[in-house]
């Protein structure tokens, strides 16, 4: 598990060596493991949805062979808050329907609100 995080706090561009840096761990990931890689996107200053949009013009740059699916989910929770969450699979998985599978009915079970 990793996460990134600005320290400064200060507004950072759009830095292509943090979108090249993310995309190596992410390539690097799948060289050395069959599984599905998870993420959320942070909630605790409400910029998900701008996460989740770059996060998606990162992935599209680097997934040009189309060798990878991205599936991301938006579940909003008791408290009206929106999150992000998505799943990276390649392809050639040969788990790839039982992880699709698994992700649909985690993201449905969440979906579902408690009746009070």
């Known amino acids: 598990m990793f996460n990134i995080t600005n320290v400064n706090k200060q507004r950072s561009p759009r830095d292509m060596k943090v979108r090249d840096t993310v995309i190596a761990i992410i390539d690097n990931f799948f060289e050395t493991n069959e599984f599905a890689l998870l993420y959320i996107c942070e909630t ?27 599936m991301v989910a938006n579940i909003q929770d008791l408290e009206g808050v929106e999150n992000y969450a998505a799943m990276i699979l390649r392809k050639d998985n040969p788990h790839f329907v039982d992880y699709v599978s698994e992700f649909n009915n985690t993201v449905n079970m969440f979906m579902l609100k408690p009746e009070h």
């Open 44 to 70: 605790g200053d409400r910029k998900q949805a701008m996460r989740n949009r770059l996060f998606d013009s990162w992935f599209a740059y680097a997934n040009d062979k189309e060798q990878y699916v991205i």
